[in-house]
């Protein structure tokens, strides 16, 4: 018999939210703990188990979910393992796939958050129908899910796609990884914040940003000023699509994709951000590629897409 | 009854040499034409037809041929055509696979030269045995061949992996594609020549290159410099590797290969040019990648090599 459902689990630095998926990507049911308060994988996922087994039960218990999908931060489709992510607490490598595996009596897979978002998109959401497209999470961090041929792009290692992590100025800012110039330390929302402190502090016109303290302004403050027409808030957007638009025109002549999917925090600003992205990307496009690469924001509802996309690994199996 | 050879055909912008290839990577014959020479495509297939004719003869005939393999610039593998390469007389679209394939009488397959030299590593040369490396020609420009799980990667249109062409130095040095700072116009002949030429200029320092004319400049002469201790030839190899170590590492975060293969005149310098090469990606790679990424010269023969790769094409017919 086909099984009908899938679980999604997608593990943040902040919060774990975990749902049952239909095979059509509806989350019929979902719910969530928080990540920072558990010292051991084991103690989450006694939690987990606890949440889920109820609605197990309300879809007609175990026999009729196919697997278990994870997205979590450096999670390794091919190991299993979350290996040495910066942002949680559990260190070293967690083979979280085998110990969800083992408790709930399933198949388990697992990948970074960034390749599920990507997978999420290919069969429920923007991308749907094609087969080459780059997601860029823009969040707390910006990550990657690379598809090519309809299938996704892990790697040697299992470590593809940390576009993030390319570098956008050389010799430039410090990135949460160590190393200089990423396009993480630009286009994340941490970034929008470092430039919105940037030009504030280099330049003395007028701002309604200024009446924000200086270290927390979000990219929807800079929204907000940037609709009532602040020109320091139409400076942030344009320095930041330029940033990311270079780095897309880089990434178009890695691998030819049709589109470019954009998800995340930053996205909710509209055409003042996408504008500058695509003018950028057009400017250093080859030529072969001017006017064809499509720009678009992800269509998943955001509460839901990291749990869909989580459980769309499944359907893999 | 099993088809024992294939033809490989290199159309470069000065010569095209073709040949017949057996099944275990054995060039068994092999001859040339001038390309710049022939006004039509049309043209140039008579002569190589009329060249090819005596050595599938001495193969058996035409039956014993699976197909044509075709390397080309701007060859596109999804169209069978040569779409705008810059560096032919023939124009626009030329339908080169349909054209040979028709003279000929048996299938015709064609991809860019770079992409050739990939399937040949991959098949024949140092990427046996790998199933996710980058390979990239260090030649007149700077192409590149990217394998993804064992599968060259052609993305949307056809012309994915233009890595000469990601940019390097941004508003940097002017590139033949009409853009600014791309790799090409740093890591190519010229762009080594041009890089001479500029430390020449403004410098005061001794160096065997004065002895040269400065537009004639290749990668040899800096290499017999370098072997003599000189020390405007060793900065041009630190300048060169340092700007192809960076580029690197950006494609490593990519797609996570197991390697990058190296191939063309750049690479005859040895270890002056690898060393800076390996120093700078290895400064600029994620931790996860540190130490991990092998950096190789081609193995191939160097005059059979693109036979070979355009003739490795019709064995995935």
New interface residues.
Partial sequence: MKKPYAIGIDIGGTNTVFGIVDTHGKVVSKSSVQTNQYPTPELIIDDIKKKLDPLIEDVGGISNIKGIGIGAPNGNHYTGNI??APNLQWKGVVPLSKLMSDKFGIPAVITNDANAAAIGEMIYGAARGM??FIMITLGTGVGSG?V??G?L???????????G???S??DGRSCG???LGCLEAYASANGVARTAKEILENQTVDSLLRNIPIESITSKDVFDAASKGDVVALEIFEFTGKILG?AI???V??????AIILFGGLTKSGDYIMKPIVDHMEK?L????QG?IKVLFSDLNEADAAVLGASALVWEL
């Fill in positions: 290996e040495y087969k080459n690379i090519i041929d299938k792009v892990y790697g040697h290692d299992g470590f593809a796609g940390e576009l992590h390319v570098c100025v050389r990884c160590g190393r270079e025109a880089d990434f002549a890695f691998s030819a994709p049709e250093n080859l030529k072969i590629w064809k």
